[in-house]
């Protein structure tokens, strides 16, 4: 077993103690038997690239960070709790405090925080349950994460994205909650301005 506080963190790798609690956040709330689970942890170690723009800007020691349960390795350690080492990429955002809300959510990277038009309560579109359009999924843009370059977009843009892209952070329960999104910036097709 390996001492945690012996392990020092290289390149773009973090590493991440895995929060386990009962108010286990947006992870187990949000997330559904269909899609990935979003786990949660906060950042113990940061290798010296991890601030590059394909990683993971402005990160620190003692962040709170989302990450699917696929994202990196269990690390063997002696003391107590899990832990998980990890390339800065696979943080998908960074809490703004602790109160684990989505709206509190900061993406990381290239990625873009969008709330779903899921067909229920108000629709962006007129024509959004047309079959003819039924394989694009709309979203509007909630948070913009620091790195995302290629795209002319701003908060409240209206994008559209293949429907299995993104990872799911809040899964819509009722009309009155929406689903959200962490989107890739290349998995975005085309924006509609507000």
């Known amino acids: 077993m390996i001492d945690i506080n012996k392990i020092n963190a290289e390149r773009d790798t973090v590493i991440v103690k895995i929060i386990v609690d009962k108010d286990t956040l947006l992870a187990e709330k949000m997330s559904s038997e269909e899609s990935v689970a979003v786990r949660k942890g906060v950042v113990v170690h940061i290798g010296k690239d991890v601030d590059s723009d394909n990683s993971c800007k402005n990160l620190e020691i003692g962040d709170i960070v989302l990450f699917t349960e696929f994202a990196g390795h269990y690390v063997p350690t002696s003391g107590h709790g899990l832990y998980k080492a990890m390339k800065g990429y696979d943080i998908i955002g960074k809490m703004k405090n ?14 873009v925080l969008v709330e779903v038009d899921n067909g229920t309560g108000e629709s962006l579109f007129d024509d959004i349950r047309d079959p003819r359009v039924a394989d694009l999924s709309y979203g509007k ?25 993104g990872v ?8 009155d909650i929406q689903e959200m999104k962490t989107v890739v910036e290349f998995d975005i097709l085309f924006t509609v301005k507000k």
């Open 98 to 111: 602790d109160k684990m809300e989505v709206k509190d959510l900061i993406p990381t990277a290239n990625r």
């Open 141 to 165: 843009i909630v948070a913009i994460g620091d790195s995302v370059k290629e795209l002319d977009i701003n908060v409240g843009d209206i994008v559209a994205f293949p429907p299995y892209a």
């Open 168 to 175: 799911v952070v809040q899964e819509h329960e009722s009309i």
